[in-house]
């Protein structure tokens, strides 16, 4: 089914004007930006058997703009049977993703974007819809450890002093225990947030989804964040820890200068 297809079968998207692919990302979902009036919209089509994930998702969002959290307003979700097809229709963020300008900023405003992205994040992980009731991060970590360790084991490449790294994980599993489980964006990084005007204007992708400890979220800053930007992971440190005493920018400068 050809996409002006699709859309003439979506209520909210009647009367559009114009449709532009979006090619980025990795996700094997077709996205797109229609326009309706002066209004742009995000589309989002999944295959079928993501309907029900879609659905979450797409609950998800409603409660997380009631908690005040800039990303996506959920708009329709509708499945189309004919084409195989699950579609979303959200708001669309105007702006740039932070990995394309964050070197354009100063120090002091990477560390901002940061600042304001953490907090956000904070939001997030304070919302407690759909979270399983039966979930053992301890448990599921171990599972999860295992698996990579056999499939380690099967490789011939060996990491110097591996011996030390796998006490290390063995001898910390106990930090595991009883840990909170909230909403994850589970792929929080700077590809994933808006910035217009050289400001935060919101996070969007809740594709990836899930629930476990929110220090999971942390991640991407060691793969990806940091690669581009110590200053915004700084920030974003600070601001998802902000019920804890703040630390100013500041103070990180003399360890940023070494």
Known sequence: MLIEDVIDHIASLKGYSSIKKIEKGYSPDKKYIVTVGQNHYFIRLSDIQYHEKRTIEFSLLQALEK???QTHKAIECTLLSEANLSV???????GYPADEIILNLSDVGQFNL????????RKIHQLHAHVPQTMHWEEAQRKKFSFYLNDYKKGSYQVPKEHKILNFIENNF???KDRP??????????????????????VIDFNSY????????????????????IPFCIGQINGILQHLQTIHFGEYMPFMQQ
């Not at 979303?88 to 105007?94: A, H, K, Q």
């Not at 994850?184 to 217009?196: A, K």
């Open 67 to 69: 908690q005040g959290v």
């Open 88 to 94: 979303m229709v959200l708001s669309y963020i105007e």
């Open 114 to 121: 940061g600042l304001a992205a953490g907090k956000e994040l």
């Open 174 to 176: 106990h930090l595991l």
């Open 181 to 202: 489980i909230t909403l994850l964006h589970d792929d929080f990084h700077l590809g994933h947030i808006i910035v217009q005007n050289n400001t935060f204007n919101g």
């Open 210 to 229: 899930d629930f476990g400890d929110p220090y999971h979220d942390f991640y991407n800053l060691s793969l990806f964040s940091r690669r581009h930007s």
